[in-house]
Each structure stands twice: as C-alpha cells, then as structure tokens.
C-alpha cells in the first residue's frame, strides 16, 4: 500500500503556524517573530536579516 497526505505540506505547515501563534502569543505574528529571533540570536546573520527584510517587504506589496 502507498499512503499519501490529504494534507500538502505547506497547507499543513501554515495551520500548525497559524494555531501556535494563536495559542502561545495571543496571534501576534511579530512577538512569535521576536521570540524566534531571540532564540536564535547568535546566529543571525546580516545576511538572515536581510533575507528576512526582504520577505516583509514581499508581504507588504502583497498586502499581506
């Protein structure tokens, strides 16, 4: 037998997100996005910051 997800990966990926951020920071995206940086804060590079820049201003043209 041959088992497949109903589920794609991304769609998945973005309601697991979208329910921790809801439950663990009362559905701010930029306190979870706070606390991800904090605990990744040796490793942020200029490089992560801009990529990461990048992707918000993305966001805002999409209006999201």
Known sequence: YLYRPKV??????????????????????ETAAAALLGMSAPEVTDDTIARLKSQVEQARKEGR
């Not at 979208?18 to 559905?27: A, I, K, Y």
């Open 8 to 29: 794609d990966t991304d769609r998945a990926r973005t309601a697991a997100l979208r329910e921790l951020v809801r439950t663990f920071f009362d559905g701010s995206a």
